[in-house]
């Protein structure tokens, strides 16, 4: 068990980008993970910020409503990303926490979490930052001491590759502090035990064994990949099912390109049913797209293009996509956005 757990913190700290922040690893999923980012950093009564982008930024805001903290939710618009000023013209003194959703799942946008650091800081107070990395780590940069990020949290069956059941995360030393002070009560998502055992190699209670090994190659396989090449092949992935998407005339939710995600791709339709595409295309073609969330329901589908996949695999999700509208009865051209995608590949080699 030692070396076992040994090297899979020394694995978490290269893909979370931390030199000194402390791998805790619970049975759970990232919904977990959420808990235990909001009960061992803060004490019921005390305010939070955040920004409702997507459905799990409301869900994330809910849990801290639900434990006691009290939340100003600032509404933007389902598709756009957490801005400089967004946190410039809402974070207050009294606000103890700010909690972001690194990539919103439901929209597929990515927060510049540089830009959430600047705006910070340039209010000159002092909150703990805790981010939601569940669809973002190991697909997309994230650097958890340069950005400063107090809590990093993330479930197993993202980017890490796994089967659900495991909710990972890593504490920066302002929130392992915090965590000795707070008053909210906690006892099996309390990161005390689990991060003293994990130093030693142990666990305060039983693990999930075979997430464990499971992880151990899941790390092995980002690390000698190499986490750069990684983030680029998500790049490259990305790219190439957003020219297609653009190809068959449809719109990204995303409402900045640049803020498009890398891990999955949100694509608006207006003359069929997004639920129709998603069921046609598992009834049918044996495809898992992704489905409009909460007030996306219906309105959009999703693409996923993070963990481990290559360019074959994509074509062969964009060729599926195709057809799956056309089964829908969307007007498109087949082939269209496999060549666009095609085309983005071979100028890539
Ligand atoms: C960004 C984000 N946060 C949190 C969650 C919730 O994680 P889980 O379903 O593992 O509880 C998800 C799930 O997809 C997610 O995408």
């Not at 690390?223 to 092949?233: K, P, S």
Request: one cysteine or more; aromatic letters at 6%.
């Amino acid at each position: 068990m030692p070396s076992l757990v040994g090297e899979i913190r020394t694995g978490l700290r290269s893909i979370f980008k931390s030199e000194q922040g402390e791998p805790a690893i619970f049975s759970g999923s990232g919904t977990g993970a959420w808990e235990a980012s909001l009960v061992n950093t803060l004490s019921p009564g005390e305010r939070v910020l955040s920004f409702e982008n997507g459905h799990f930024a409301r869900l994330y805001a809910e849990a801290a409503r639900q434990l006691g903290m009290q939340v100003d939710e600032i509404k933007l618009r389902w598709g756009d990303a957490v801005t400089e000023s967004d946190i410039e013209a809402n974070l207050g003194p009294e606000h103890r926490a700010v909690l972001v959703v690194h990539n919103e799942t439901s929209t597929g946008v990515t927060t510049d979490l540089v830009a959430v650091r600047r705006g910070i800081d340039r209010t000159g107070h002092d909150p703990l930052l805790l981010v939601d990395v569940v669809s973002s780590l190991g697909s997309i940069d994230f650097r958890m001491d340069e950005w400063r990020v107090d809590v990093a949290l993330t479930g197993t069956q993202k980017g890490l590759m796994l089967p659900p059941g495991g909710a990972i995360l890593c504490v920066g030393p302002r929130a392992l502090a915090a965590a000795e002070k707070n008053r909210a009560p906690r006892y099996f998502y309390d990161w005390r035990p689990v991060i003293r055992d994990m130093q030693q190699g142990f666990f305060p209670y039983t693990p999930a064994t075979l997430l464990l090994f499971g992880l151990r190659e899941a790390l092995r396989m980002l690390l000698e990949e190499g986490l750069d090449n990684v983030l680029a092949r998500h790049g490259r992935l990305a790219q190439a099912t957003r020219d297609a998407v653009r190809a068959w005339g449809l719109p990204l939710l995303a409402s900045e390109a640049a803020r498009a995600s890398n891990s999955l791709t949100a694509v608006v339709v207006d003359k069929v049913d997004s639920n129709k595409v998603v069921k046609v295309a598992a009834e049918r073609l044996n495809l898992a797209l992704g489905v409009g969330l909460g007030q996306l329901r219906g309105r959009v589908f999703r693409i996923g293009h993070l963990g481990s996949l290559n360019e074959l695999e994509v074509l062969a999700t964009l060729a599926g996509t195709e057809l799956a509208l056309k089964y829908s009865g969307q007007e498109i051209e087949l082939g269209i956005g496999v060549a666009a995608a095609q085309r983005f590949f071979a100028e890539c080699v």
